[in-house]
Structures are given as structure tokens and as C-alpha cells.
């Protein structure tokens, strides 16, 4: 399955580039770079400098570039959990749109 805008809630986000274009902590906006963990509550990103930052996903407001120069805005809030976490959310009737 392809990544598009409608779909990158239930997809794998490691390899993903990512930039943390709003978060309740100011000191993490605009970190950037590629997704190399994804826990329940946090990604961990490696910026281009090579540290890892380690940012929640509660209150934050990601932008995700997917193939193409596709980039989508995701709210933090609605990845909280595992991929396959969030697809059985769908399934329940939980909605991401």
C-alpha cells in the first residue's frame, strides 16, 4: 500500500522525513529530520547534525514528506499508539479525518 494523505495513520512512520512544525514545548519546534523510532507516545528523530531527539506525539503537529514531494500535516494526538494500534481504532468506528 502506497502512502497518501488519507492513509498515513495506519502506516509504519520509520523512514519518514519529519519536521515538528508545532508542539507545546517550544524548544521542539522545528526539529527535522528522519523518523528512526516510533513508540506508542513518542517519535525518535535524527536530525541532520546526527542527534536523536526524542519528541511526545501529545500536542504536537507534525509534517511528514511522503514519496512524490507529498508532504501532510498530522496531529500528534491522532498517532498516539502503535500502527497497528491505530488501524483497529478505524476498524472500531474511530475516524481520522
Not at 497518501?4 to 522525513?17: A, S
Not at 501529545?58 to 499508539?81: A, C
Request: charged share 35%.
Amino acid at each position: 500500500m502506497k502512502y497518501t494523505r488519507r492513509n498515513i495513520y495506519f502506516h509504519e512512520l520509520i523512514g519518514l522525513e519529519v519536521e515538528v512544525i508545532d508542539h507545546t514545548d517550544p524548544t521542539l519546534r522545528s526539529v527535522k529530520g528522519l523518523v528512526v523510532d516510533e513508540t506508542k507516545n513518542t517519535l525518535r528523530i535524527l536530525t541532520p547534525s546526527g542527534e536523536e531527539k526524542v519528541i511526545p506525539k501529545h500536542g504536537s503537529k507534525f509534517l511528514f514528506k511522503l514519496p512524490k514531494t507529498i508532504s501532510v500535516e498530522v496531529l500528534g494526538d491522532l498517532i498516539i499508539g502503535r500502527p497497528e494500534e491505530r488501524l483497529k481504532r478505524v476498524k472500531r468506528g474511530g475516524r481520522y479525518e
